[in-house]
């Protein structure tokens, strides 16, 4: 097949990377110097539709994958699919999933599926009522797109407001104020033609920016696959409670999904909940999922995109762990410095398992690789087991040098302990146990 994919981040890169194992002919607009490792890069914006689908239709692309959530909210998948080509990634009307998190609530409650209780606020004074209804710990969200950062979890009901004026200040600007998710965090993407779902294998990601979960909140600072903790039963009971009913939804609607459904889960001692969706593969989590997933990636894309995925065989997993480890530059989350010269890629690489996954890198006049975003590199080491690829990953790290970086040290170090469930699903109004006894509503 000739594949185009489009975005710029790590994420893209892990999938052109699992699309080239498959012998494809491969594209990328923008891509990024990793990337053009290994495809050919059109300096196209992601974020315009009509320029996207000219150049998939001059490529006579056979697929289009869009990697990113803005040129999904922006409608780049229905443009390219007017022009009479494949596209893996959903409408704009269906990626509202993760453009507006008010919308996405709105499913869940039609669909019955477990989240969160919410209140959608306007004005401040409402903030500040749904904030003191819920107490603390207080979590305020933008409900529009913030490349992760738009979700404020804090004690402090003032550092609270002091966000919702933030958001409430922009057009249109809502805000939606929830209750508070104890409990380990579990990604889940589920692939989905719009009628069928595929889930992939779960992942963890760590969302703050400094070890021990200290820090502001990022687009993600490192990952693994398998969770040998999680509970059997967990990813089928995401896709009956969860992925499912939301696709189901979402057809009956006219507007169906099909894509990725990211499920970002909570396994709270009250069961498991949804913290989000995403309308797309989620950064760094594919890096470490498409690390262990043995089925040609092409092939399963392609089926979604062109509403086959009833037809397509069980998905192949290696009996291996992946860790991911992102770098990341100077400043980040808050202001980033660019620019820095990055050494050390090739060396890493030479690390038994390791492979190196660009982000925020560009070639500079000279031809050095330097610094060109918020997160730099996504380390990825593979290995036998989760310990053995944690030290295969941050070996790949310690090879590799840009000034002023950071990194987390505690990627994967520790597992999740989850509470027994505590019996509370017997009286609770709705949602599901993640212990599978239950069957509860
Ligand atoms: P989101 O953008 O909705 O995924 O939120 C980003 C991060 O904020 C999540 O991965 C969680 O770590 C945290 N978070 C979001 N919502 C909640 C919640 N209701 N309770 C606890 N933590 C939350
Ligand atoms: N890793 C979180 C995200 O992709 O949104």
């Known amino acids: 097949m000739r594949i185009l994919v489009i975005g710029p981040g790590a994420r893209e890169h892990a999938i052109v990377r699992s699309l080239a194992a498959g012998g494809h002919e491969l594209h990328a607009a923008p891509g990024n110097p990793g990337i053009g490792q290994v495809a050919t890069l059109h300096a196209v914006d992601a974020l315009d539709g009509a320029a996207v689908a000219a150049l998939a239709t001059e490529l006579a692309a056979d697929l289009v994958v869009v990697g990113p959530e803005a040129p999904l909210v922006a409608g780049v998948a229905d443009a390219v699919r007017a022009a009479g080509i494949a596209c893996f990634g959903p409408s704009a009307e269906a990626a509202a999933l993760e453009g507006s998190k008010a919308f996405a609530k709105e499913i ?79 990604s889940l993407f589920c692939v989905s033609d719009g009628t069928t779902v595929v889930p992939l294998a779960p992942a963890q990601d760590f969302k703050r920016a400094h070890d021990g979960d200290a820090g502001p909140n990022t687009g993600g600072m490192g990952a693994y696959s398998p969770l040998t903790w999680a509970p059997p039963g967990l990813v089928d009971e995401v896709v009956a409670r969860v992925a ?22 909570a396994l709270t001692s009250r ?10 593969f989620g950064d760094p989590e594919t890096q470490v999922v498409l690390a262990r997933l043995a089925t040609p990636l092409a092939e399963l894309l392609h089926a979604a995109a062109v509403g086959h995925l009833h037809e397509h065989s069980p998905l192949r997993w290696r009996d291996d762990a992946a860790v991911t480890v992102v770098v990341a530059a100077h400043g980040y989350p808050a202001g980033v410095r660019a620019g820095d010269p990055i050494e050390g890629v090739a060396d890493a690489e030479q690390v038994p398992g390791v492979h190196v996954l660009h982000a925020g890198t560009a070639a500079a006049a000279d031809g050095t690789l330097v610094s060109a975003g918020g997160r730099v590199l996504s380390v990825v080491g593979v290995g036998a087991d989760v310990e053995t690829a944690r030290a295969v990953a941050y070996a790949g790290v310690e090879r590799i040098s840009l000034r002023g970086s950071h990194h987390r040290g505690d990627i994967a170090a520790r597992m999740p302990v989850l509470d027994a469930q505590d019996g509370a699903d017997a009286d609770d109004d709705g949602p599901a146990s993640f212990d599978l006894g239950g069957g509860d509503d």
């Not at 966000?163 to 249109?172: I, Q």
């Not at 809502?174 to 209750?179: I, L, P, S």
């Not at 069961?271 to 797309?280: C, L, S, T």
């Open 108 to 186: 869940m409650a039609a669909a019955g599926v477990p989240t969160a209780m919410a209140h959608v606020c306007t004005t401040l004074e409402e903030v500040a009522e749904a904030l003191d209804a819920f107490g603390a710990p207080h979590v305020v969200k933008d409900d529009g797109l913030a490349a992760g950062k738009g979700v404020v979890v804090t004690d402090d009901r003032a550092e609270a407001l002091d966000h919702a004026r933030g958001c409430l200040a922009r057009a249109g600007g809502t805000v939606v104020v929830e209750e508070y998710l104890d409990g380990p965090e579990v």
């Open 244 to 265: 499912q009913p939301t696709v189901d939804e979402m057809r009956h609607r006219g507007t169906p999904f099909a894509g990725v459904l990211y499920c970002g889960l």
């Open 271 to 280: 069961g498991m909940r949804v913290i989000e969706f995403n309308a797309r």
